[in-house]
């Protein structure tokens, strides 16, 4: 496992600057772990550096989510593009894998970020031509409030396994307004598990909390969370469902239960030129 970094990985500079984030505040006793790095266990970091699986999910019970580490790989397929047609202004991709989202947003000469606990997933995005860190959701990212959209694809609704946290942090990085694209499951299901990263041949991670909602879950955890439904489709066999920011007050200054402590909130890299001048 590699320890929390303090700093930002390697990565180029360009339309979004020269990045000097500050280091993480500590996490109170009621927050998700991000100290752990199972996704940079060596059976993700391997698929990665390959762009083969297999790759899957665990469960204690002996379940397994097949991971699509092929597809994660490739080039944006037609379902990605309708995603990406979608967006408004600068993107956030959280938990962004090896980059094919950013970078697709990249050629287009579009602002993207693509945030990622995995060394490897933000060294392949870099070489795609994105710009991405190595950074927790639930750490300080640039452009706190001022990110246009934000994406949570591939199964990421399901990071720190606790969805009303996370669409929590998810508003507090957003504008008034700001648009949410979430790929959902493509089953109703409303789920938290505790699961570990495994390649079928014997290798595994270290367990950490995940969840997994279908699109009717989402809009459970969204509607209490005060979001506004935007939108839902299919694509690819793949289910997608968009939400509008309606962040207040209370939800910017979340209580330390939704994962985020004072010290976390609204920090720039420059509160006088923060991300992409947004």
Not at 117 to 136: I, N
Not at 234 to 257: D, I, K, V, Y
Request: net charge positive.
């Amino acid at each position: 496992m590699n320890p929390r970094p303090s700093s930002v990985t390697s990565h180029p500079k360009g339309d979004l600057g020269e990045w000097s984030a500050p280091a993480a505040g500590r996490l109170s006793s009621a927050s998700l772990d991000v100290t752990a790095r199972p996704w940079s266990a060596d059976p993700y970091t391997d698929a990665l550096r390959t762009g083969r699986g297999p790759l899957y999910l665990r469960r204690s019970d002996g379940w397994l989510l097949p991971l699509e580490v092929e597809r994660w790989c490739a080039e944006a397929d037609a379902a990605d593009r309708e995603v990406l047609g979608r967006c408004a202004g600068a993107v956030l991709d959280v938990g962004c894998g090896p980059g094919r989202l950013v970078a697709a947003l990249a050629a287009q000469g579009r602002r993207a970020l693509g945030i990622d606990v995995s060394e490897a997933a933000v060294a392949h995005t870099v070489r795609l031509g994105g710009q991405a860190l190595r950074r927790s959701v639930f750490e300080p990212v640039p452009g706190e409030g001022r990110w246009d959209t934000a994406l949570l694809i591939d199964g990421n609704v399901g990071i720190g396994g606790n969805p009303h946290a996370l669409l929590l942090r998810m508003s507090q990085l957003l504008t008034w307004e700001g648009l949410l694209i979430a790929e959902t499951a493509p089953v109703d299901v409303d789920e938290r598990v505790q699961v570990h990263v495994a390649d079928g041949r014997g290798a595994s991670g270290t367990d950490f909390p995940w969840a997994r909602l279908g699109t009717p879950a989402l809009l459970r955890h969204a509607r209490r969370a005060g979001w506004r439904p935007d939108g839902q489709w299919t694509a690819g066999g793949r289910s997608f469902l968009a939400l509008r920011n309606r962040r207040t007050s209370s939800a910017a200054e979340a209580p330390n239960s939704t994962a985020v402590t004072s010290s976390q909130r609204a920090r720039n890299p420059s509160p006088e030129r923060p991300v992409a001048d947004l």
